[in-house]
């Protein structure tokens, strides 16, 4: 994954972050999606309403939902679909 610096991150559109208001969690590439979702998933972390299902959003176009293999499960129950 490419390294995120803060001008790239600047340069990011607010539709490209799982929590627009506050530009955190971005999810412009896979990786940065599935990073997205894993600090997201922490207990102590900065939550926003609708970003849960912005990065499930960004995962489902980006392929993560496709298939049946382990990874595209664990996805789809998180996602709840």
Do not use: E
């Amino acid at each position: 994954m490419a390294k995120l610096t803060t001008r790239k991150r600047h340069k990011l559109p607010t539709s490209k972050f799982g929590c627009p208001k506050t530009r955190s969690y971005p999810i412009d590439t896979s990786a940065r999606v599935s990073s997205a979702r894993a600090y997201y998933r922490r207990k102590n972390t900065q939550k926003c309403s609708g970003g849960k299902k912005r990065i499930c959003n960004a995962a489902k176009k980006l392929g993560f939902l496709k298939g049946d293999n382990k990874a595209s499960r664990a996805w789809k129950q998180w996602c709840r679909i």
